[in-house]
């Protein structure tokens, strides 16, 4: 056997084998990729539905205070500022 087919040989052995090690890598790296999905769709997707529920909350609660707090008190407000309007202009009328 001359020096050229032995490092032919070497060469086909060794391209087999790294060709094999790569392809368990690949696997191992899906497999991984798999378990990685699933791990967000369980730990993830629960989040994002506490996020939205706190967020409808957050908006209901500030539509309350809009209708039950802050509306009434602009009301008082502007009315107060108008009954305080109107007297100026009659105090200076009296003059």
């Known amino acids: 056997m001359s020096a050229v087919e032995t490092v032919r040989d070497f060469s086909i052995i060794f391209l087999a084998l790294s060709t094999i090690v790569t392809q368990i890598i690949l696997v191992l790296l899906l497999l991984e990729i798999r378990s990685l999905s699933k791990m967000l769709r369980e ?19 500030s539509v309350f205070v809009s209708d039950n707090v802050v509306t009434p008190v602009v009301r008082v407000s502007s009315m107060a500022a108008g009954i305080q309007q109107a007297l100026r202009v009659l105090a200076r009328r009296g003059r």
């Open 43 to 61: 730990n993830v997707f629960p989040i994002l539905q506490s996020a939205d529920e706190t967020v409808r909350t957050v908006r209901g609660t």
